[in-house]
């Protein structure tokens, strides 16, 4: 089994979102999400993880992250996509591109412009 790190990038009351690095690299993102008898979780992970490696991983977030959970699950749902990082966007990214160009009818406040 390889030796896989991962750093949080968010938490709510039931669900986690981590990054996990292999060494120094990021190699794919799991989201999970908790219900009171299954857990589920969306792995996103690079062209260059194998099929080996996509099944070492499940078993590792099942291990070190579901089965560790304050929540007890009888089961664990994985979905599995497999690309590329193209970039992270955010909707202030969105509301910078736009300032200043004048005829842009305003948006309300709270509201993502993508």
């Known amino acids: 089994m390889a030796d896989?790190?991962?750093?949080?990038?968010c938490r709510?009351?039931?669900?986690?979102?981590?990054?996990?690095?292999e060494g120094?690299?990021?190699?794919?993102?799991?989201?999970?999400?908790?219900?009171?008898?299954?857990?589920?979780?969306?792995l996103n992970v690079s062209e260059s993880v194998t099929q080996e490696g996509i099944q070492d991983i499940i078993?590792?977030?099942d291990q070190e992250l579901v089965m560790t959970a304050d929540v007890t699950c009888e089961d664990f749902v994985v979905v599995v996509y497999q690309g590329r990082e193209i970039?992270?966007?955010?909707?202030q990214d969105f509301e910078?591109?736009?300032?200043?160009?004048?005829?842009e009818?305003?948006?309300p406040e709270n509201k993502p412009s993508w």
């Open 87 to 91: 970039g992270t966007f955010s909707s």
């Open 105 to 107: 009818e305003e948006k």
């Open 4 to 9: 896989y790190r991962f750093e949080r990038e």
């Open 96 to 103: 910078d591109e736009t300032e200043g160009e004048g005829d």
């Open 12 to 21: 709510t009351a039931y669900s986690e979102a981590y990054t996990i690095l």
């Open 59 to 61: 078993e590792t977030v």
């Open 24 to 42: 120094e690299t990021p190699i794919a993102r799991v989201d999970l999400h908790f219900t009171p008898s299954v857990a589920h979780g969306t």
